[in-house]
């Protein structure tokens, strides 16, 4: 598919995705980064608003896996504590855990969307898979890496807010 960097959908928080906004796309399935998507990088304990999303989307009948580069033990923890499915070592914005991700749950790209913090690991992985591109704010950018990589994505933020709200005239 093609290569950018551009979101398809921008939302403050993974908890203001919801089911219908991902139905109304024809979206049936919602691959998660895990790292500063659903929780932060420091913990593996979701916030009350994160688990209450979470049980939420399970009982709307999306499905969901989280879709992580992480090589940690704590992803695959938190997976099995709150009942998801997991993909580790993605290798995103490469196909790796994208292509695991649509056989294991046997999914076209136009069904499925992936959600996450980065630009270029996240958005231009899903774009790149064809599926639907969704960036959210990170958690917490706490290191001055993770300050200035969000630095260097603003203006593809900007231009996916513009293509946006384009869509929606």
């Not at 399935?29 to 790292?35: G, N, R």
């Not at 649509?102 to 076209?108: D, Q």
């Not at 992985?125 to 969704?134: E, M």
């Amino acid at each position: 598919m093609a290569f950018c960097l551009v979101p398809d959908l921008i939302f403050p928080a993974l908890t203001d995705v919801t089911a219908e906004a991902l139905r109304s796309r024809g979206i049936t399935f919602l691959m998660m980064d895990f790292d500063n998507t659903i929780v932060p990088y420091t913990t593996d304990v979701p916030t009350e608003k994160m688990r209450a999303w979470i049980e939420a989307m399970k009982a709307s009948g999306i499905g969901l896996c989280v879709v992580s580069n992480s090589k940690k033990p704590r992803v695959v923890t938190f997976c099995k504590t709150y009942g998801l499915d997991c993909v580790t070592h993605a290798k995103k914005p490469f196909q790796k855990g994208i292509s695991e991700c649509l056989t294991r749950f046997h999914l076209r790209p136009s069904q499925a969307a992936l959600v996450g913090d980065q630009i270029y690991t996240d958005v231009l992985g899903a774009n790149c898979a064809g599926l639907t591109s969704i960036l959210v704010s990170a958690i917490d950018n706490h290191t001055i890496w993770l300050k200035l990589r969000h630095v260097a994505e603003l203006p593809f933020i900007a231009w996916g807010k513009r293509r946006i709200r384009y869509e929606k005239h």
